[in-house]
């Protein structure tokens, strides 16, 4: 649930049309390609036309290199109106869409973050400059962005801007053929069955939010955000593990599949605080993996802190390794 700066290639770009309510335009500057008209439009919701133009732009993204310039969560987000403390802004030279950034500002504490692309032929203009400008603006100059990969081009950005290093996200990797993992040992008194749609939200996102209470990102999903989810190609309920005593939801393992590219996830995994301690994380790590395993796919992937070393630890213990490193850069301020 992260993003990226600089992706993609593509021998065109969208063109957007219809813009719905604006909130902000600013227009070209000094260091926009001399000749062109460059723009930045702010956004509370996109248009279907302007949806799919960003989306497009992603795509191209993916298919370039290899990964999502913009987090699920972001891409989420492109749809279905307006949200609370998001904004789009949408970069165009001369009506040609050419860059994008989201802007979320939702949480009390932690600054408001962000993530920002620019297509790949229209880099090295200023445009990155640009919409991390706005986006510094628009902040108050409080500010996180997320960089996938740590890539050069991103590292720069931020020291132009005056972000500075701050997280460190992991995605690890272990191969599911041939995976002997032992039997899941359960604490006494606890069972574990899977997702019912409309019969285990509300329980499911108490947990989760006591669950990621410190991590602002997933434990402030509300019921749109899990409806977004299920509404998903991927969403299997199969595959979302839930773990009871008795009748109190004290853990869940919820895992996806990315079918075109034959990797399973452990997606959230979760357990609630005072039902910790007692093995259960590992034996709902394993039940997912196998389940994942026995849907023929050849890895798992996973998303973790750095500087969670308990949780590294055991993921390494379970044959993960870190396959990439995704930074968040911020203001000092």
């Known amino acids: 649930m992260v993003t990226s700066w600089f992706p993609f290639a593509s021998p065109f770009a969208p063109t957007l049309r219809h813009p719905p309510r604006t909130l902000v335009r600013m227009t070209s500057d000094d260091t926009a390609p001399r000749g062109t008209s460059r723009s930045i439009d702010t956004h509370s919701a996109l248009s279907p036309d302007q949806t799919e133009a960003v989306l497009a732009l992603l795509a191209e993204a993916a298919h370039r290199d290899g990964q999502q310039a913009v987090s699920e969560q972001g891409r989420l987000q492109l749809r279905g109106g307006a949200r609370e403390g998001v904004s789009h802004f949408l970069l165009t030279v001369d009506e040609e869409l050419v860059g994008y950034a989201q802007l979320e500002d939702t949480d009390p504490v932690e600054a408001p973050a962000a993530e920002l692309v620019v297509h790949p032929s229209h880099r090295g203009h200023g445009h990155g400059r640009a919409l991390g400008s706005a986006l510094l603006a628009a902040s108050g100059k409080r500010l996180r962005v997320w960089a996938h990969g740590g890539h050069s081009a991103a590292r720069h950005l931020a020291q132009v801007l005056g972000l500075t290093l701050f997280r460190e996200l992991r995605q690890m990797r272990r191969p599911l053929t041939g995976l002997e993992l032992p039997d899941p040992v359960l604490p006494d008194g606890v069972s574990v069955r899977t997702f019912v749609p409309g019969k285990d939200d509300a329980a499911w996102l108490a947990v989760n939010a006591a669950a990621f209470a410190h991590h602002p990102e997933q434990g402030s999903l509300q019921q749109r955000d899990l409806d977004d989810r299920m509404a998903e190609p ?57 389940h994942l395993a026995g849907q023929g796919l050849p890895t798992a992937m996973l998303y973790v802190d750095a500087d969670n070393k308990a949780a590294v630890s055991v993921y390494e213990r379970l044959g993960f390794v870190t396959h990439e490193t995704d930074l968040m850069y911020r203001t000092e301020t």
């Open 234 to 290: 991927w969403f299997d309920p199969a595959g979302f593990f839930l773990a009871f005593r008795d009748a109190e939801l004290v853990g869940f393992h919820w895992t996806k599949v990315h079918a075109a590219e034959r990797l399973g996830e452990v997606y959230v995994l979760g357990v609630r605080p005072g039902a910790q301690g007692g093995g259960l994380g590992k034996s709902l790590t394993t039940i997912g993996l196998r």
